[in-house]
């Protein structure tokens, strides 16, 4: 019975957020590219008090989205942890009941379920993005050396992480999977007609071309800049970057920006629009949510080597979190098998970097906030 209690909140959760979303981008408006499991909702949330804005979330944007906008607020994350968050969020295990719910009265309603069947927790999948990573070559029947044949599971992962969307690794995109009956299928369905794959995907999952027929595990900045020309239209806008680690800083210096110009309410007039379109009398405006402070989880092991003794809460912290101040072997390891298949992110936020109003790549390559624009 709670299970379908949750059932139905999750499809009420889905509704709700699918009509909140903007389909279309409205002409002088602010743009947000949210990417997913960053802090784009709070940051949509506070923004939306001090001037009207489009968000664009889980869809690539277009050229003509960026046309009108003073200002394209793009909110991101360090790729790994981006990802880890997005593994968990709908998993099964460690995730929210609400999304748990939404696979069990769904099971193939999402390409993550795929992952899922293979995965029960992030520290499992990126052993295989490692090992996939990391096939030793062995000789074939011509005496020739090739490498491994990876499993199942392990091309599933990375295709998850590839750029192309899995297209490479798999012969087709890991949505297209989703839309097959099974993954055996696969070879068959590529020898049909376009008319009879259309049939088939038809018959496949129930539902896929919903809300959620894909999450965000695979959906990162370079999914929302896709295209080549959305890209150079970005770098004609001017561009506000807004990361996870430094979220409310970050958002509440884009409003100071467009208050400069004019662009956005200033407080009184926010609260006034607040309590306008809420209905009540606040005295005074919300603030920043601090619920997206970033959790720091720590690891009081000892630095590489020695017998390190943790309680079992602990080690589901390791294993599931994968926290990025650790020093424990295996976690090191892991993370680093997530970023090389991720390197391709990491290159487009320092690529994004070098025109953002507010942050600028230090002598590390790392990005760091700039705040020459308040002169």
């Known amino acids: 019975m709670r299970a379908k209690r949750l059932a139905l909140v999750a499809a009420a959760c889905l509704a709700a957020a699918s009509a909140r979303r903007d389909k279309h981008v409205r002409e002088g408006e602010v743009v ?8 784009g909702g709070s940051v949509v949330n506070y923004v939306r008090k001090f001037t009207p804005l489009s968000e664009i979330h889980l869809r690539p ?37 609400i999304n748990a719910a939404i696979n069990d009265a769904h099971p193939r309603n999402t390409a993550d379920s795929i992952l899922y069947d293979c995965f029960s927790t992030v520290g499992a999948f990126a052993d295989a993005v490692g090992a996939f990573a990391a096939r030793p070559r062995v000789k074939n029947g011509k005496n020739k050396e090739v490498a491994r044949t990876p499993t199942r599971c392990e091309l599933i992962a990375a295709a998850f992480l590839a750029e192309d969307d899995g297209a490479r690794e798999l012969g087709l995109p890991v949505m297209d999977y989703n839309k097959i009956k099974t993954f055996a299928h696969v070879e068959t369905f590529k020898k049909l007609t376009k008319e009879q794959q259309a049939k088939e995907q038809r018959a496949g999952a129930p539902g896929f071309k919903n809300f959620y027929s894909k999450g965000h595990i695979s959906r990162g900045l370079s999914w929302y800049l896709t295209k080549k020309e959305t890209r150079a239209a970005l770098k004609k806008k001017n561009v506000w970057m807004v990361q996870t680690a430094n979220c409310a800083n970050d958002t509440t210096g884009a409003v100071e920006w467009l208050s400069r110009r004019g662009d956005a309410r200033n407080e009184q007039q926010a609260l006034e629009h607040v309590n306008e379109r809420k209905g009540k009398k606040r005295r005074e405006l919300p603030r920043f949510p601090q619920e997206h402070k970033v959790n720091v989880y720590e690891d009081r092991g000892e ?17 599931t979190k994968l926290p990025a101040d650790s020093t424990d072997k295996r976690v090191v390891r892991r993370r680093a098998a997530l970023a090389a298949a991720l390197a391709y992110e990491y290159e487009r936020m320092n690529w994004l970097v070098g025109f953002s109003i ?12 700039d705040d020459s624009w308040k002169r």
């Not at 793009?74 to 969020?89: E, G, K, L, Q, Y």
């Open 61 to 97: 944007v277009t050229p003509s989205d960026l046309d009108t906008a003073p200002l394209v607020v793009v909110v991101v994350r360090d790729p790994v942890d981006r990802m880890i968050s997005a593994f968990n969020w709908h998993s099964a295990i460690g995730g929210r009941p």
């Open 32 to 39: 947000v590219i949210h990417v997913g499991k960053t802090c």
């Open 358 to 369: 507010n942050y600028r790549v230090d002598g590390e390559g790392v990005p760091r906030p």
């Open 303 to 319: 630095k590489y080597g020695g017998t390190v003794t943790r309680t079992p809460e602990q080690e589901a912290v390791l294993e």
